[in-house]
């Protein structure tokens, strides 16, 4: 049962708020299948963002994430009870979430910040200050890390941008909808992630993945010497990402 212990008046622009520049590096934790090549326990005393179902391997990392996101109102609604735990209880410092019904109406807290978006992955940017051109959930991460919370080096895992459409055991609801009717989740890092009992939104990974991190590498990572973006996945197919061996990073 979802608590009503974070239902007050709140407005959600003034959540929104930029921090001051970062001296530390932040680690994005998408959950594409390369997440799982990573020693994860190793960030447990680094800045990290991670998403959407990412809750179900915290035990397994060992720590809560920083930052939390979650873009899509499928799965926001079909996890609001966890996430709304995640709100109340966890240490997470913030949470970002796109603006709709399900957001509006559970996720509104003082850590919270809602953002208006659109989707047109030929136009993805970084203006804050209307609706926000995005067009997937760990893009929407490094979207928020720039614009938002002001890192400067940021290193990306688990993005792969590499879905398959069709997944045994996931079948289309009367919404259109994924249903998945099994733990065999060949997309993300478990195979139960979006696993027996979840419902989900279609990919289309085609459209609003792949071309979308090349539109936003190309505008604003490619010739901008004031930030470092690495790519930590040698498979995944966002290898125009300068690359960075995890193994090779001195974490403490």
Same mark, same amino acid.
């Given at each position: 049962?979802?608590?009503?212990?974070?239902?007050?008046?709140?407005?959600?622009?003034?959540?929104?708020?930029?921090?001051?520049?970062?001296?530390?590096?932040?680690?994005?934790?998408?959950?594409?299948?390369?997440?799982?090549?990573?020693?994860?326990?190793?960030?447990? @005393?680094?800045?990290?963002?991670?998403?959407?179902?990412?809750?179900?391997? =915290?035990?397994?990392?060992?720590?809560?994430?920083?930052?939390?996101?979650?873009?899509?109102?499928?799965?926001?609604?079909?996890?609001? *009870?966890?996430?709304?735990?995640?709100?109340? @209880?966890?240490?997470?410092?913030?949470?970002?979430?796109?603006?709709?019904?399900?957001?509006?109406? =559970?996720?509104?807290?003082?850590?919270?910040?809602?953002?208006?978006?659109?989707?047109?992955?030929?136009?993805?940017?970084?203006?804050?200050?209307?609706?926000? *051109?995005?067009?997937?959930?760990?893009?929407?991460?490094?979207?928020?890390?720039?614009?938002?919370?002001? !890192?400067?080096?940021?290193?990306?895992?688990?993005?792969?941008?590499?879905?398959?459409?069709?997944?045994?055991?996931?079948?289309?609801?009367?919404?259109?909808? !994924?249903?998945?009717?099994?733990?065999?989740?060949?997309?993300?890092?478990?195979?139960?992630?979006?696993?027996?009992?979840?419902?989900? @939104?279609?990919?289309?990974?085609?459209?609003?993945?792949?071309?979308?991190?090349?539109?936003?590498?190309?505008?604003?990572?490619?010739?901008?010497?004031?930030?470092?973006? !690495?790519?930590?996945?040698?498979?995944?197919?966002?290898?125009?990402?300068?690359?960075?061996? !995890?193994?090779?990073? @001195?974490?403490?």
């Amino acid at each position: 049962m979802i608590s009503k212990s974070i239902y007050f008046p709140w407005d959600w622009k003034a959540k929104y708020k930029q921090e001051k520049i970062k001296d530390q590096p932040l680690f994005i934790l998408a959950s594409g299948p390369s997440l799982k090549d990573h020693d994860l326990s190793k960030l447990k @005393n680094q800045h990290t963002m991670a998403f959407n179902r990412s809750f179900i391997a =915290y035990d397994d990392w060992g720590f809560q994430p920083t930052y939390y996101s979650a873009l899509d109102h499928v799965v926001n609604n079909d996890n609001k *009870n966890e996430i709304v735990k995640l709100i109340e @209880n966890s240490k997470i410092k913030r949470f970002f979430f796109s603006k709709d019904e399900v957001s509006k109406k =559970y996720f509104r807290s003082s850590k919270t910040t809602i953002i208006d978006i659109s989707s047109d992955p030929k136009n993805v940017n970084l203006d804050f200050s209307q609706k926000l *051109n995005v067009a997937n959930t760990g893009l929407f991460g490094l979207q928020v890390a720039l614009g938002v919370l002001n !890192y400067k080096e940021i290193y990306l895992l688990g993005c792969d941008a590499s879905y398959k459409e069709n997944v045994p055991g996931v079948v289309k609801n009367d919404k259109g909808e !994924y249903y998945s009717n099994r733990d065999l989740d060949v997309n993300h890092f478990r195979q139960d992630y979006f696993g027996k009992g979840t419902t989900y @939104n279609v990919p289309k990974s085609k459209i609003f993945h792949l071309p979308a991190w090349k539109v936003f590498y190309d505008s604003y990572i490619k010739n901008n010497n004031e930030l470092s973006v !690495y790519n930590c996945s040698k498979t995944g197919k966002l290898q125009f990402f300068d690359f960075k061996d !995890y193994q090779s990073l @001195n974490l403490k």
